[in-house]
């Protein structure tokens, strides 16, 4: 008889650290940029950390590219790419429609790219786009639905298919996914559509394509609205 060798991936092995660690260098901004706003700077004043925080988290994406062998393009019928696309701009919806007091814990800084007499900063725009719609849709996706939503149904997630996900596991990414954003109703909402897209098509750049679509149309309504709350 052979001897039994597990090949569980605990979270601290090479795999999970590929994407776990660029969603906490992303955390560890949003920490820094608290403490600063604490110690008295202005949202206005630490706009350039938005670009510091991006490029870290590139720099982290593409040390550990060669572990995310889900991210080989894999192709998408276009019918797949169409529910995708549709599925963002239903997410950007309800985003900015579930913002009444109580869906919402404490008050989001926002960012502004404006210069002190109100001329738009046209690169400070398109860095953020940038980083909403391209690198953040990667790091998160990675993380929640790639990680976490399979190593909570089983430690050896990298066997797991995202079809045979327990309905426990998609609950509690969907939670936390949505505690981590400022609207927690809306973010449990994008996390539902994000996870049901990635279950029921086991392929990630469906919920990273609807993903980036919510936050790019996001971003260019912000952009003609001025609710630079949003961002």
Not at 155 to 166: C, I, K, M, Q, T
Not at 209 to 216: E, I, K, R, S, Y
């Amino acid at each position: 008889m052979k001897p039994y060798i597990s090949t569980a991936e605990p979270a601290g092995s090479a795999p999970a650290l590929a994407r776990i660690v660029p969603f906490a260098l992303y955390l560890v901004f949003i920490f820094i940029a608290d403490v600063l706003s604490r110690m008295g700077y202005g949202a206005q004043e630490t706009r350039w950390l938005y670009g510091v925080k991006i490029l870290a988290v590139s720099a982290a994406l593409a040390l550990y590219w060669r572990h995310y062998a889900e991210l080989a393009w894999q192709g998408m019928r276009a019918s797949m790419l169409a529910a995708s696309a549709a599925v963002g701009v239903a997410v950007f919806v309800l985003w900015i429609s579930l913002d009444a007091g109580w869906m919402q814990i404490g008050s989001a800084a926002g960012f502004d790219p404006r210069a002190a007499n109100g001329a738009m900063n046209w690169p400070l725009v398109a860095l953020r786009m940038a980083g909403a719609a391209l690198v953040v849709p990667v790091m998160e996706e990675l993380f929640w639905r790639s990680f976490l939503l399979r190593w909570l149904h089983s430690p050896d997630f990298l066997a797991v298919r995202a079809a045979a996900v327990s309905l426990k596991a998609l609950v509690i990414t969907v939670v936390l996914f949505g505690f981590e954003h400022n609207l927690w109703l809306a973010g449990m909402v994008a996390g539902l559509a994000y996870g049901l897209l990635y279950m029921r098509s086991g392929n990630l750049w469906t919920a990273i394509v609807a993903h980036g679509v919510t936050n790019g149309v996001l971003g260019a309504w912000i952009v003609v609205t001025g609710n630079w709350h949003y961002w």
